[in-house]
């Protein structure tokens, strides 16, 4: 019998936190309201210190107000349960522990039957470290997740939680990004957008963006060109970039419309930058996961350098709508996507069913419990699609070319 369920969101934001927050909660509430339900703040660095907000029946009456906000009302955090020294660092375990022991004791000394993690690759891995930990010293624990990134590049899930939504708020900052083109003369903007192994996000931004161009009115008569506002050109990690070869072709378009838009994935090309600050005797900073800490690298200034001469740009803009959109409240399509893995959630851990809930790709699709072993980080994104290689083809880049698999 299930008495008492543990909430947490980790990882970096999307736009699905608060919503899947609210939907587990209302779910609960339908389906079985005795169940008490407590929320670990600030993921499982709550969970660690046993800091956590109990849902009382105020909450669980106005849960659905939850589905309005972005963000993660609990708060998130950065943390590896396998890696004990940052923790020990941290001061969040105590030299000698085992952090999953720590974890596991938590949550009986806190009467928890059901653990749901909200996150990504990183939240779901470590929440499969700590579901075998629980099963191999039989604590009796169900944990079952929900897939939240919105680079959207989860084995073997079709579609994340928040992806969706994170491309149409990129898209809508790139409104009033590109604007800028005709601000000066032969100007050069780079609209930087998440995405550290896979360019899905980039992808689909620029054809959310590029789709809104296609739906509007122009009037070049008077400088209104839909051409000076749409994407040059796209890179991302899975393609290889030859800098030469596209400022050549952009520079075509820099002589015809006096500007050029590109949409750039912030992983597209780290292991050339990173290289780089090598033989500068540069250090590069990695977070607890051991990920390259791409805010530190900062990719649109490199590739906005690379082109800027070979364009003869007289002004360089780059702006990043990472934080714009992962930050969002859902999208219609993710509510209703929210609200169906939520749901299943909750009746997979009221069966005592532990995995990630998602559609399953290598199960023709079907939305299910997913068993954590089989989840995994890292999947690129396919760059042969025909829905992204029409979108090439339409600004004018030539189809890509597979780069090797990048490490960051």
């Given at each position: 019998?299930?008495?008492?369920?543990?909430?947490?969101?980790?990882?970096?934001?999307?736009?699905c936190?608060?919503s899947?927050?609210?939907?587990?909660?209302?779910?609960?509430?339908?389906?079985?309201?005795?169940?008490?339900?407590?929320?670990?703040?600030?993921?499982?660095?709550?969970?660690?210190?046993?800091?956590?907000?109990?849902?009382?029946?105020?909450?669980?009456?106005?849960?659905?107000?939850?589905?309005?906000?972005?963000?993660?009302?609990?708060?998130?955090?950065?943390?590896?349960?396998?890696?004990?020294?940052?923790?020990?660092?941290?001061?969040?375990?105590?030299?000698?522990?085992?952090?999953?022991?720590?974890?596991?004791d938590?949550?009986?000394?806190?009467?928890?039957?059901?653990?749901?993690?909200?996150?990504?690759?990183?939240?779901n891995?470590?929440?499969?470290?700590?579901?075998?930990?629980?099963?191999?010293?039989?604590?009796?624990?169900?944990?079952?997740?929900?897939?939240?990134?919105?680079?959207?590049?989860?084995?073997?899930?079709?579609?994340?939680?928040?992806?969706?939504?994170?491309?149409?708020?990129?898209?809508?900052?790139?409104?009033?990004?590109?604007?800028?083109?005709?601000?000066?003369?032969?100007?050069?903007?780079?609209?930087?957008?998440?995405?550290?192994?896979?360019?899905?996000?980039?992808?689909?931004?620029?054809?959310?963006?590029?789709?809104?161009?296609?739906?509007?009115?122009?009037?070049?008569e008077?400088?209104?060109?839909?051409?000076?506002?749409?994407?040059?050109?796209?890179?991302?990690?899975?393609?290889?970039?030859?800098?030469?070869?596209?400022?050549?072709?952009?520079?075509?378009?820099?002589?015809?419309?006096?500007?050029?838009?590109?949409?750039?994935?912030?992983?597209?090309?780290?292991?050339d930058?990173?290289?780089?600050?090598?033989?500068?005797?540069?250090?590069?900073?990695?977070?607890?996961?051991?990920?390259?800490?791409?805010?530190?690298?900062?990719?649109?200034a490199?590739?906005?350098?690379?082109?800027?001469?070979?364009?003869?740009?007289?002004?360089?803009?780059?702006?990043?709508?990472?934080y714009?959109?992962?930050?969002?409240?859902?999208?219609?399509y993710?509510?209703?996507?929210?609200?169906?893995?939520?749901?299943?959630?909750?009746?997979y851990?009221?069966?005592?069913?532990?995995g990630?809930?998602?559609?399953?790709?290598?199960?023709?699709?079907?939305?299910?419990?997913?068993?954590?072993?089989?989840?995994?980080?890292?999947?690129?994104?396919?760059?042969?699609?025909?829905?992204?290689?029409?979108?090439?083809?339409?600004?004018?880049?030539?189809?890509?070319?597979?780069?090797?698999?990048?490490?960051?």
């Amino acid at each position: 019998m299930v008495h008492k369920v543990a909430l947490l969101t980790a990882g970096g934001f999307a736009p699905c936190l608060s919503s899947a927050i609210g939907g587990l909660i209302q779910r609960y509430t339908e389906v079985a309201p005795d169940v008490e339900i407590i929320a670990y703040k600030n993921g499982y660095q709550g969970l660690l210190t046993g800091d956590y907000l109990p849902v009382t029946q105020v909450v669980r009456d106005n849960a659905a107000l939850l589905h309005r906000y972005g963000g993660s009302p609990i708060g998130n955090s950065r943390v590896k349960l396998t890696n004990a020294a940052d923790l020990v660092k941290r001061g969040l375990v105590a030299e000698g522990d085992n952090p999953l022991k720590v974890a596991a004791d938590r949550l009986v000394a806190d009467g928890v039957d059901v653990l749901h993690t909200i996150g990504g690759d990183d939240t779901n891995t470590t929440a499969a470290d700590l579901a075998a930990y629980l099963a191999e010293h039989d604590y009796g624990l169900t944990v079952v997740g929900l897939p939240k990134t919105i680079d959207n590049d989860v084995y073997p899930i079709r579609q994340s939680l928040g992806a969706d939504t994170a491309a149409e708020m990129g898209a809508r900052f790139a409104k009033n990004v590109l604007a800028e083109h005709n601000a000066g003369s032969r100007i050069l903007i780079v609209h930087e957008v998440m995405g550290r192994n896979c360019g899905w996000l980039t992808a689909a931004t620029a054809q959310k963006y590029h789709a809104w161009i296609n739906e509007q009115q122009w009037l070049p008569e008077i400088g209104l060109d839909s051409k000076a506002w749409d994407v040059h050109a796209i890179l991302v990690p899975e393609a290889v970039i030859d800098i030469k070869a596209e400022a050549e072709r952009l520079q075509q378009v820099m002589d015809e419309v006096g500007c050029v838009n590109i949409f750039l994935s912030e992983g597209a090309g780290i292991a050339d930058i990173v290289a780089e600050m090598e033989r500068n005797g540069e250090e590069v900073a990695r977070d607890a996961f051991g990920h390259i800490r791409l805010e530190r690298i900062n990719p649109g200034a490199w590739f906005s350098k690379q082109f800027a001469g070979m364009l003869k740009a007289e002004k360089v803009l780059v702006q990043k709508s990472g934080y714009y959109s992962r930050s969002a409240a859902a999208n219609e399509y993710d509510l209703a996507l929210i609200k169906s893995m939520t749901d299943l959630a909750v009746d997979y851990a009221l069966e005592g069913k532990p995995g990630v809930i998602g559609h399953d790709e290598d199960n023709n699709d079907e939305l299910t419990v997913i068993a954590f072993d089989r989840i995994a980080g890292g999947k690129p994104f396919d760059i042969t699609q025909q829905w992204y290689l029409d979108l090439l083809a339409e600004i004018g880049q030539p189809a890509p070319v597979a780069a090797p698999p990048a490490e960051h």
